[in-house]
């Protein structure tokens, strides 16, 4: 059974960091891309980043600059690295796996909170 477990949100002043992390197991099927979305209260999930496999990139424009995807292919990790916060950042941040063969899967969400 695909499990996808993310870490890292919480609360941040405006300016600060933070790091969310989202480790996929429970398949053999191989991964192609891995991304993050996060949902604010009251609107629609949006996408943040994406990477494919090749390690290519991209990122919703309102975080440019500021967030930075990677992915560890031999933990089935992706990460998103948030710098230069804003309050208008807060929102529940999922990440979404898709597999080769399988499907795309989300996970469980983590709350990020940006105020001072």
């Known amino acids: 059974q695909v499990q996808l477990v993310e870490s890292g949100g919480g609360l941040v002043q405006p300016g600060g960091s933070l790091r969310l992390s989202c480790a996929a197991s429970?398949?053999?099927?191989?991964?192609?891309?891995m991304g993050w979305y996060r949902q604010a209260p009251g609107k629609q999930r949006e996408l943040v980043a994406v990477?494919?496999?090749?390690?290519?990139?991209n990122y919703a424009d309102f975080v440019k600059g500021r967030f930075t995807i990677s992915r560890d292919n031999s933990k089935n990790t992706v990460y998103l690295q948030m710098n230069s916060l804003k309050p208008e950042d807060t929102a529940v941040y999922y990440c979404?796996?898709?597999?080769?063969?399988?499907?795309?899967?989300w996970g469980q969400g983590t709350m990020v909170t940006v105020s001072s």
């Open positions: 979404n796996v898709r597999f080769r063969g399988l499907g795309e899967y």
């Open positions: 990477i494919s496999s090749a390690t290519s990139t």
């Open positions: 429970g398949t053999m099927f191989s991964i192609s891309a």
